[in-house]
């Protein structure tokens, strides 16, 4: 933070649920002006939770961004950055959808675009009945294999035997923003079943660039119930995960695993306590994927 700037208001809000309880809390802060990366990451840290968002003005040629309290008119274009309690992470779907139900709720529902380290996040936001429903589009995505000794390495850190994976399902990398480990457990029980080597798997995840593991398991053809480890932001788990959610809708739909028009509905954050329900897009000749839920303001 620059000398004598004052402390930015920083915002609370939850992302894939509509009630505080619910869903993945994250900071907001909508005018980081003046804040260093230190101070970022200090807010980050302070607020614990697994990301925080931090808005400021746009890059040139992408818009012009405006402050919370701006009418409805103003400039919807903002940079991004988002911070976990221990370093910056390039994409982060579950705060930006609790940034764009934060601003929604100041310069009501509409299209906003922000400009990430990842690229470009367009979000669309509506509200119906005082529900407010974010729903961002990726950055174009991809996957690629994971050698076969990191994978034997990530199933020791879980305590994951082999033959608990699904075979319909190969462990993959995914990206849509960020990078993923995929790993599919044969059922629900493997998936609950949650206890690992915490230093071991940030290791791993460090050495790959990964930012979570995203562990499914398939309920029915569009149904998923997923759960992410979050080690590397310092956090055991993440109870909802949007850029995780954007990346297994890639990985899937590449794999062949769902049609190419198709509506996934991913529950997390019900082993934690804090359900939450993730909704992924995917529509034919759009390489992109679609991540939306709602949102609401913790107190």
Avoid at 107 to 135: D, N
Avoid at 138 to 160: F, K, Q, R
Wanted: hydrophobic share 45%; glycine share 12%; aromatic share 6%.
């Amino acid at each position: 933070m620059t000398t004598n700037a004052p402390r930015p208001e920083i915002l609370r809000y939850t992302a894939f649920s509509s009630s505080p309880e619910g869903g993945n809390p994250a900071g907001v802060v909508l005018d980081a002006t003046g804040l260093d990366d230190a101070a970022m990451l200090a807010i980050a840290a302070e607020l614990g939770y697994s990301e925080s968002a931090f808005l400021t003005a746009p890059p040139a040629g992408l818009g012009s961004g405006g402050k919370a309290g701006a009418g409805a008119g103003a400039g919807r274009a903002y940079t991004i950055r988002y911070f976990s309690p221990k370093a910056e992470v390039p994409f982060c779907g579950h705060a930006t959808i609790a940034t764009a139900v934060a601003l929604a709720e100041r310069i009501g529902p509409g299209e906003l675009v922000f400009a990430t380290r990842a690229g470009t996040v367009p979000v669309a936001v509506t509200a119906e009945g005082g529900t407010v429903r974010a729903t961002l589009t990726s950055v174009e995505p991809h996957t690629e294999e994971i050698a076969g000794a990191d994978l034997a390495e990530a199933l020791a850190a879980l305590d994951w035997p082999a033959a608990d994976l699904d075979p319909a399902f190969p462990p993959r990398i995914a990206f849509a923003g960020a990078r993923h480990l995929v790993l599919a457990a044969a059922t629900r029980a493997r998936l609950a079943d949650l206890a690992y080597d915490f230093a071991r798997l940030e290791a791993l995840m460090h050495r790959l660039d990964l930012t979570t593991v995203q562990l499914v398991w398939r309920e029915s053809a569009g149904v998923f119930h997923v759960r992410d480890p979050f080690p590397v932001g310092g956090v055991v788990e993440d109870p909802a995960t949007g850029a995780a959610a954007a990346a297994f809708g890639a990985y899937a739909r590449e794999l062949g695993l769902v049609p190419e028009d198709a509506v996934l509905t991913l529950h997390q954050g019900e082993d934690l306590g804090r359900p939450g329900e993730l909704t992924v897009t995917l529509r034919a000749g759009d390489p992109r994927v679609h991540v939306g839920g709602t949102g609401a303001r913790i107190v």
